[in-house]
Structure formats: structure tokens, C-alpha cells
């Protein structure tokens, strides 16, 4: 696993984590991928694909004829598919190619890494001449506005819990803003540049609420640096009481076209 990364695939919790992540996003993600209009024959490449679910759809997509390579640090949660290649291999050092790929995609992986405007030059140049890069990243700038209804306990455990994994990212070189500077970043790398920010309601119960949970397992002794069990018990219990409700992460999509 690339160092700079919060989590870790190997985890027992990392398998439902890259599972939920699959069910809150890929709606929004394929809506983005649809109107791309990927075609048969494409040349793609997911970076960070986690357990593969938009590399499946983009697959669907181009066949007959297309590819998708998968490339992840750790891809053990990548299910095999006819028309995906699975490669293992660090993004920051990978060679990606030149002029490779009619399509790249990227969800929640650039927030992660301190080497991203270099990893977007890169990719940048693995684009074929009128390729498509889509790249995908939570805004956590804001984690006071997600929750609306809440137990004063729960809505204190929820934003101490937010804090503090923040916090553990930003430490290891996690940008909690980078999903706000990504237009400009795109743009600079030499893109012509669209974005939409997306987000939806999710009630206790409901994957938008459980990944919390899931992820306080995952980084349980991290936490407990920045809150205390009693917060993580009301976090873990308030995550599946539907009377609990809100938003989670706006998702910041940038879809960028290289100069044909
Ligand atoms: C938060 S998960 C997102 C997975 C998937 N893209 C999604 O949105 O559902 C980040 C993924 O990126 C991978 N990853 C993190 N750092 C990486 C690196 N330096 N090189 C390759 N993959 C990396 C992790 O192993 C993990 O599967």
C-alpha cells in the first residue's frame, strides 16, 4: 500500500468500505461516464479503482473491442472481468504511458496524494488527443453543514469524529480542499475544464451514514487521539438510527478534455 494513504485494503473493514463507496457514488459516476459517452474500442484506465465497480461499467461500455487497465496499490478488492486488466503498482511511480488511453478516471484517490499536480501532468499525457480524464474528490472543507437532524450527543461525536479523520489525512498529505481547487488544476494542466458538485440525503442505516461508521473501525486507535470511546459508540450507533439524517461529502466531478 503506497504510504500516504489513510487506509489499507488489507483491513478486514476495507472490503465493505470500497463496497460502500461503490453504493453511494457510482449513480453519480456513471450519469458523469454516460455523458462522455464512452464507445466500443475506448482504451481506459481507472487509478485507485478500489473494488472496480466503475472499471465493470466502463468494461460494459466498450466493449466489444475496448479495455479497461484497473490500476490500484493494492487491487485485492478487484473482481476479474474479460475486458479489464488488473495491474498492482503505486500511481505516483506507475508509468502510465503517452497518448494510451481515450478515457481516464479517478474517484478519491488525487485528494489523497501529496504528489497530485504531478500524477495530473501525467495523466495529462496518457490521454490521447481529445481523451477524456474525469477525476472525482470529496470537498471536506465544510463538515459542520453535513448532518441536519441529530441528537445533540450524536451531532458531537459526528463532528469529533470528522475533526479528527480529517485531521489523520491532513496529515499523511491528504487535501481537504483539493476537490475546490480541481477546475483550476485541470485547466492549468491543459485541460478544457467542466465540473459538477454532487451530494444526496442519507438516513441512518443507509451507506452515506454507514461508511462513517465503517471507516471509524477501520482507523479506530488513530481516532482515539482526537475522541473519546463514548463519541465513537454514539458515532457507530447514530450511523444506523434513521431518525439521523444528512448529507455526506459534496462530491467535486471535473471532467477535463485534452486538445484533439
Ligand atoms: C478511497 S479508495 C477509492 C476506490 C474507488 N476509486 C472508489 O471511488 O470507489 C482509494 C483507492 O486508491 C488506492 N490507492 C491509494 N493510494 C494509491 C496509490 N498511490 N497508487 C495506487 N492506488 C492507490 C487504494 O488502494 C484504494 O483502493
Redesign the pocket.
Known amino acids: ?2 504510504d ?2 489513510l ?1 489499507d ?1 488489507a483491513t478486514a473493514e476495507a472490503a465493505r ?2 463496497r460502500l ?2 453504493r453511494i ?1 457510482d449513480d453519480h459516476s456513471r450519469d458523469v461516464l454516460r455523458g462522455i459517452g464512452p464507445k466500443p474500442g475506448w482504451q481506459c484506465l ?6 472496480g ?2 472499471a465493470t461499467f466502463l468494461a460494459g461500455q466498450v466493449a466489444p473491442g475496448g479495455r479497461v487497465v484497473a ?4 487491487p485485492r ?1 478487484l473482481a476479474g472481468h474479460d475486458q479489464i486488466t488488473v495491474r498492482q ?4 511511480t ?1 508509468d502510465l504511458g503517452t497518448e494510451e488511453y481515450d478515457l481516464i478516471h ?4 488525487f485528494m ?2 501529496p504528489q497530485r499536480e504531478e500524477l495530473l501532468v501525467r495523466a495529462v499525457a496518457a490521454l490521447k488527443p481529445g481523451g477524456h480524464l474525469v477525476v ?1 474528490d470529496w470537498d471536506c472543507t465544510r463538515p459542520e453543514d453535513m448532518l441536519l437532524t441529530a441528537t445533540p450527543e450524536v451531532a458531537d461525536a459526528f463532528l469529533a469524529f470528522q475533526r479528527t479523520i480529517i485531521g489523520l489525512g491532513a496529515a499523511r498529505g491528504m487535501d481537504p480542499a483539493w476537490a475546490r481547487r480541481l477546475p483550476a488544476a485541470m485547466r492549468t494542466a491543459g485541460l478544457r475544464v467542466s465540473a459538477v458538485v454532487h451530494n444526496r440525503y442519507w438516513t441512518g442505516g443507509e451507506p452515506g451514514m454507514q461508511l462513517h461508521a465503517c471507516n471509524s473501525r477501520q482507523l479506530e486507535p488513530a481516532l482515539l487521539s482526537g475522541m473519546t470511546p463514548t463519541q465513537l459508540r454514539a458515532l457507530r450507533d447514530g450511523m444506523e438510527d434513521p431518525a439521523v439524517g444528512g448529507y455526506t461529502y459534496p462530491m467535486h466531478t471535473c471532467v477535463g478534455v485534452r486538445a484533439g
Not at 481507472?46 to 473494488?51: E, I, T
Not at 490500476?71 to 493494492?74: E, F
Not at 479517478?106 to 484517490?109: K, M, N, S, V, Y
Request: hydrophobic letters at 50%; glycine letters at 8%.
Open positions: 500500500m503506497a500516504s494513504y487506509f485494503n468500505q470500497v463507496l461503490a457514488l481507472d487509478l485507485g479503482a478500489g473494488a465497480s466503475v490500476l490500484d496499490s493494492d478488492h503498482g503505486d500511481v505516483t506507475a479517478a474517484r478519491l484517490l489523497h496524494l472525482s
